[in-house]
């Protein structure tokens, strides 16, 4: 089953501005990720962020994690048409858990 | 460094028959995993493997998927017989721990007639 929710379904953007997306989960984590898929490059790992964080960095990325809400949001600044894709939150309980992968937020960049 | 290799790319086959997907996995990643995504869904684990081990296949149905993965490195996917409803991409990932971040390969297209 599919425990985590992206909101929205789908975005769409002007290029040079900023795309935020939302995930939700049900159970406990050790840490959720968030994945990028689009045609050219398959599913690609952005960003992992544990537990016990709160917020991490990584380029133009910015995760947050907010456990008591069991939410997490992923901030793209200043988007590039090449931003295009699906973006998955995925949680991992731990242990020999594999991912569990939310339906995810369809991004368009416009030019 | 080489990325995961999964073959065919596409397959279509009618209901009923079989099919195989092979991947091969970074070298040195100790865990492998099957994944099938539908489309408009994110991926769905059906099963994961540490060195040549099951470690989960919940959610693998078993009456006609299976998989091994020999020797701890390659692995094979296999639908027999196929449905209308196994039509996705069916993703392999490999990653040196469990709960770390997960290396996908290019998937395989099956369209099931």
């Known amino acids: 089953s599919q425990q985590g929710e992206e909101d929205p379904q789908a975005l769409s953007i002007q290029e040079g501005e900023n795309a935020t997306m939302n995930c939700s989960y049900k159970?406990?984590?050790?840490?959720l990720q968030w994945y990028r898929q689009n045609s050219g490059r398959g599913l690609v790992h952005l960003i992992l962020i544990r537990s016990n964080e709160r917020e991490k960095h990584s380029g133009r990325l910015r995760v947050t994690l907010d456990t008591s809400k069991k939410s997490s949001s992923l901030l793209i600044t200043a988007s590039r048409a090449a931003d295009t894709a699906s973006y998955f939150c995925?949680?991992?309980?731990?242990?020999?858990?594999?991912?569990?992968f939310g339906k995810g937020t369809h991004l368009i960049i416009q030019p | 460094e080489a990325g995961v290799a999964q073959s065919p790319r596409y397959k279509i086959i009618e209901k009923r028959q079989s099919v195989a997907f092979w991947c091969n996995p970074i070298s040195g990643h100790a865990t492998l995993y099957w994944y099938q995504q539908i489309l408009g869904q994110g991926p769905k684990l059906l099963i994961q493997f540490q060195n040549n081990g099951v470690v989960d296949d919940s959610q693998l149905p078993k009456d006609r998927f299976s998989a091994e993965r020999l020797k701890g490195v390659d692995s094979t996917l296999k639908i027999q017989p196929a449905k209308l409803e196994d039509s996705a991409v069916y993703l392999c990932?490999?990653?040196?721990?469990?709960?770390?971040?997960?290396?996908f390969g290019p998937g395989t297209r099956l369209t099931v007639t």
């Open positions: 995925a949680r991992s309980g731990g242990g020999a858990d594999g991912l569990t």
């Open positions: 990932a490999s990653s040196l721990v469990f709960y770390y971040e997960q290396y």
């Open positions: 159970t406990s984590i050790n840490n």
